[in-house]
């Protein structure tokens, strides 16, 4: 089992930028596939990016390709996600998430979830 805290979350202005973090307890960090979800108020959750469990795979959505990256230090159990040309459209909960299979985009595959850490993009 693996315990996920988000942070780096806050207030930005479009065009901004953020770093969000999630640290995961435990030893077998390096044995999941790692996923960042977001959900703004009254939307269901969507897939950010997920990345695999070396760190060399990654896939995002469309709407934030180009613009976020992820990325993981497995010797730190924390997997990274920096946001920069921050849009309105991006302000939601963001969500860590941890799967013990292989690579994926659909949320309901991801096993272990972190509580959240809000981004808020003013225009």
């Known amino acids: 089992q693996v315990q996920l805290v988000e942070s780096g979350g806050g207030s930005v202005q479009a065009g901004g930028s953020l770093r969000l973090s999630c640290a995961a307890s435990g030893r077998t960090f390096s044995s999941y596939t790692m996923g960042w979800f977001r959900q703004a108020p009254g939307k269901e959750r969507e897939f950010v990016a997920t990345?695999?469990?070396?760190?060399?795979?990654?896939y995002y959505a469309d709407s934030v390709k180009g613009r976020f990256t992820i990325s993981r230090d497995n010797a730190k159990n924390t997997v990274y996600l920096q946001m920069n040309s921050l849009k309105p459209e991006d302000t939601a909960v963001y969500y860590c998430a941890a799967r013990e299979a292989g690579f994926s985009s659909f949320r309901f595959e991801y096993d272990y979830w972190g509580q959240g850490t809000q981004v808020t993009v003013s225009s």
């Open positions: 990345i695999n469990r070396s760190g060399i795979i990654k």
